[in-house]
C-alpha cells in the first residue's frame, strides 16, 4: 500500500509558482521529519528540502529563496510551494521521510514541468 499520495504538479512558465501536496494515509505523519525529492530524467533523485517535526525547514541551495515547505499535522499533509520557477526544477517530485534509513515505499510522485 502506497503511503504517500503527491499532488499539485503540471505545467508552468518560467517564473510561475506551484503548490504541491503531499498526502501520508496513516496516522504517522506527526512523529517523522519529512523531507520532499525530486528527480529529472537521467538524474538522481535529490533532496529539495525538508521539515522537522517541529517545524524547522531546510533547503537545497538551488531552491533556497524560492521554495517553501510546510507541513499541517493535524491533516497529516505536508506542502512545497515554489515560487520563480525555473526549467531546471522540471522533475518528478516525491514525498517520503527524511531519514533515508526510514524511508517508505515511493509514490508515483507528481510531475513538474518549467516551459514556456
Known amino acids: 500500500q502506497v503511503q504517500f499520495v503527491e499532488s499539485g504538479g503540471g505545467l508552468a512558465q518560467p517564473g510561475g509558482s506551484l503548490r504541491l501536496s503531499c498526502r501520508d494515509s496513516k496516522n504517522t505523519f506527526s512523529f517523522y521529519d519529512m523531507a520532499w525529492y525530486r528527480q529529472a530524467p537521467g538524474k538522481q533523485r535529490e533532496l529539495v528540502a525538508s521539515v522537522s517535526t517541529g517545524s524547522k525547514t531546510n533547503y537545497a541551495d538551488s531552491v533556497k529563496g524560492r521554495f517553501t515547505i510546510s507541513r499541517d499535522n493535524a491533516k497529516n499533509m505536508a506542502y512545497l510551494q515554489m515560487n520563480s520557477l525555473k526549467p531546471e526544477d522540471t522533475a518528478v517530485y516525491y514525498c517520503?521521510?527524511?531519514?533515508?534509513?526510514?524511508?517508505?515505499?515511493w509514490g508515483q510522485g507528481t510531475q513538474v514541468t518549467v516551459s514556456s
Open positions: 517520503n521521510r527524511r531519514n533515508s534509513v526510514l524511508w517508505l515505499s
